[in-house]
């Protein structure tokens, strides 16, 4: 069950090639994504529907895909426009088109009801697009259900046990109680943690002489978008003593592929006037490193699940935020239901 | 779900070794093939009626085989000839032996009531075993249920696009409409396309200066046999002229092996008068590059299909060979109900 | 369905590193096993109370582990003692803890009700821990549900057949017939196989001139423990001419990881008297070989039945102790229904 009528972050623009296919499922569908002649990006359902073979295996003529099993084209609208040996083609020949909307490097699908696409709703993912923000982008695959993963950006206090040794640092992140407030369509989760060692990925950003304190500040959205401000100053100084010496813009997104699979879209931004592209592949690296102990962990975690899916969990107070947000997942399905 | 009453080709004959076992799951079913001393090929259940080890993990001696779990042994009739320990072997000590016809180098299994099995439903795969043929026997293993594959085989338009690099070279055999008649037992599918390039395997086989016509006649029958007659001639000649610049006879298999996999057994005949070992050597590789093609194509069908099982698919005209296919064999599994 | 009180064997003692974390999988359950500063063995559920991530996955603290996702930690007895940013931890935060018993380098956690756990019911294998036998510890992993090794193990008529080469040499062993008898827990089987060629592997550890008497005097109790002394002599000598030339005692274990994966915990104890490493080493050598040649006969039956889940065994006279052992494991499984 998944929630049908948001934007779900479909590709990173630059994995659609100019001139060819590519192929992906989100929430168990199969998906073709390409560019029209005019760099547009289309989305239609990967699945022809004379035998069902995924039209991904065909190939792109002009703003068209032809089913390389037995040549019927599609235009960019899934119309059906040509069947070899036919001499008209029936109305019914189509395939589903799904809505795309294209901001600031990320390719959105809508796929939900087409007459609800509402762009006003595509997350603000500004520092994917802005030039004063340097960023190398990510994507890992995680062979578990996205809830978990989820659940996981929902409570950093893991930072200081999962990522200890490099998003993390310090026990003190987990004794911080954030604030979590409602937002439309989700949570802001604000965390500062006082006076405490910088984590070693800001020790190769800038030089510390002591102790610094650290704020994360970000929006956790519908479908599983999160928008995050952080970064961290000397302890003892404040806002007159001018911006924090570290500051970090992150989007990340979680788009289903199926029940127990997820594609994590990712990137970590960085002010251009903070330093230069050493500077990204420094950050992105250990973004990578610190992902991947996330994946690490939480496909641990859906093995030991899976040995007894009925097994409770112990709700407990560093669980607020994903208890609230799973709250307003489920009441937008029961909104689709 | 699998039609019984039939032959079943279970193996090319080479593949059963004169001393020894060899095992191959057939419609769910494990089969133990060998051959007799007088070289004749026996087909048991592969399952000891004892423990149900596989008797194809034992050794044949004789023209019996004994299971190498306990030490049973069976004779060429399937029944339990010697128990070791036991003075006197119980008479449920026994295990199914399936009717055989071996049939120009195919080895069929009869694997319904051996009371119905008949010979004369065989299928005439002359150039399997005719000195005036030469061709390389083939075989390829699906993963995909065999009914997709006889789909693939019921509608040539493919050729066009599936092939388009091998077998096929133009649009025109999609757009060239065949003649489908029933015959007992299955249909009959005649198309000629006239006025067309040759395709890239014939121009090995032969020179040619311009376009041929082009034909492809075939029988495809219960359970999943196909038996084409194919070829060409210069365009503006007629068989008055004299017999075709290439003739092709083609005899293929489908085996279920289970409900999502297959056995495919395959040969194309060349005539020896019409070139030698390396001109086999050359339609052989040309067919094993095109039923990749196929392969692929089919497997990434059934991939997409596994998605969304109940997903419809669109009935068009060139279908008609592969919907009056499927309704002989739902007959005939209605017959056996 | 497995039965539940009683003393699984899951672990080597070596197993279990003096500083670590060492997760193993019984009877469908996850388990944490660690070490004490003391050095004693703790066994808990492998499944953190707060998201069910695996304790295995985080580290060790002196007596107690600490969770690597959120850090929550617990004691020996598997009480939660602290939870990052939590004044107090609730009463319900624990993860069970399983009894635990340590005898002769095998480790038993008690899998059922703790309150019933008796040590009176641990296996007899002394010669894992007597200086006067020398050993080396196995162990294999099999894809099977463990009745099917358990079913091989009380039916060494086998020998003859999987074992031909190495540890069998002789139809004989499946001709003699063994007296069954019911012990405690159990099953006693006693075999004696008069003037047969001594086995390959015999033939590494003492000259032999002639023929040999053997003899195979093993029980197998609950949960799946096989306890053997074997050994062979010249026939014509007796008891009165001095001990048996090769004298053994085994002790094996089957522990369900999960309905279709078992662990097999085995060692063949040779007396010192008898021998040094070197022979050790040599037996060692064979037992493996041998095991090697059940587990892929016991794999392949394993693949047979999961084709026909109902298909019917044939009972014969050699699967005596095997049905009264299966007897007896429904009998308990009733018990605790």
Redesign the interface.
Known sequence: MFIRNCWYVVAWDHEIPADGLFAR?VI???LLLYRTEGGEVVVLE??C??????LS??RKEGDCV??????LKFDASGACVE????ASV?P??RVRRYPVAVKNHWVFAWMGDPALADTATLPDNFSCGDPDWHYKPGYLHYDTPWALIA?NLL?F??L???HEKTLGGT?AI????PTIEKVPRGVRVSRHVADVPPPPFYLRMKPFDGNIDRHFIYDFLLPATLLMHSGGRPTGTTASDGPPSVQLHSCQALTPETENSTHYFFMQGVPTAQGGAGLVDNVFASLVQAFNEDR??IT??A???A??PD?P??P???DSALIQFRRIVDEALRAEA
Do not use: F, N, W
């Not at 069947?83 to 036919?86: D, M, N, R």
């Open positions: 499922t168990g569908e199969p990967d699945r529907c004379h035998r069902l073979a995924p295996a065909g032809r089913c390389g099993y037995h040549g069947i070899p040996g036919l029936p019914k020949a659940d409570d206090s893991h200081s046990y999962v026990p987990a004794q911080a109680r690490d962990m641990a975690q093995r030991i699940i040995m007894k097994a969990m112990l407990l107070a560093m």
